[in-house]
């Protein structure tokens, strides 16, 4: 058997049987958690040369934004190796947006909390309290980004409503039980283009059966699935997402 067949089974199973027992706080889109039902994250089954990346859940912009636009965080002394990155991920963002991060205060309850895990995965929109970003070992800049914007509300590109007049899902190539990450999603799209290219869209094999392609693109696309930097369409989302016109987006970005 393939390695990399083999390799896509292991982690197959090992969703499955989390979802057979009942934990809570588990991954499905393969970087996306859910509050009672299983989640995912966004873990990517590469080419050999290919980035690896993470998971999640509903798709698009129809999480419960943050009340704040200035994030509080909180990194576990586990992170140190990764420290880099995940702040570059956060200036990524902020340099970008109207969103800002700073170290949390002891009277915020409400932050995000970067910690040490197997793969990459995180909840998406506000959830109150402690919200986990879980960082694994593969998980680049790039990734971090990536499970930022879930938990800012964000859903993966390929599952916007509108995808079938863009990709092709190749259901036949998907292996068992991961069909759930290809479902569309009828969340708001903000009337920004599709875009190939977003730091929210899959790879053309993620959860490949047999190395063959999952998603297909109707049109050239290039740099799909790619984690390096923000595209003009997730900058763009998060700024309406969060108003980042508006004079009070504007006060907060100025102070």
Known sequence: MQLWLFVALVLAEIVKNE?????????????????????QTDLNFPHPCEEVTPYRKKRNAVGIPWPTKNIPYEISSEMENQMPDILA?????????????????????????????????????????????????????????????????????????????FISVVEANIIAGMEYDFEKNNGETF?????????????RNVFSSNGKDTIIPKQEAKNMGQRRQLMQSDIDRVQKFYHCDSEEAKTKTES
């Not at 197997?118 to 998980?139: D, H, K, M, N, R």
């Not at 009337?191 to 790879?203: E, L």
């Open 89 to 165: 991920a956060m200036e990524m963002i902020s340099n970008h947006t109207c969103i800002s991060f700073h170290e949390r205060k002891p009277d915020e309850p409400n932050y995000l909390f970067y910690k040490v895990s197997e793969s990459c995965t995180t909840y998406i929109g506000f959830t109150g309290g402690q919200q986990a970003v879980l960082i694994g070992p593969q998980c680049s800049m790039g990734n971090i980004a990536h499970e930022i914007l879930h938990s800012l509300g964000f859903h993966h590109e390929h599952t916007r409503w509108d995808r079938d007049n």
């Open 191 to 203: 009337n920004i283009p599709y875009d190939y290219t977003s730091i929210m869209h899959y790879g």
């Open 19 to 39: 979802l057979r027992s009942g934990v809570t706080s588990l991954v499905v889109e393969r970087d996306v958690m859910l509050l009672k039902r299983p989640n």
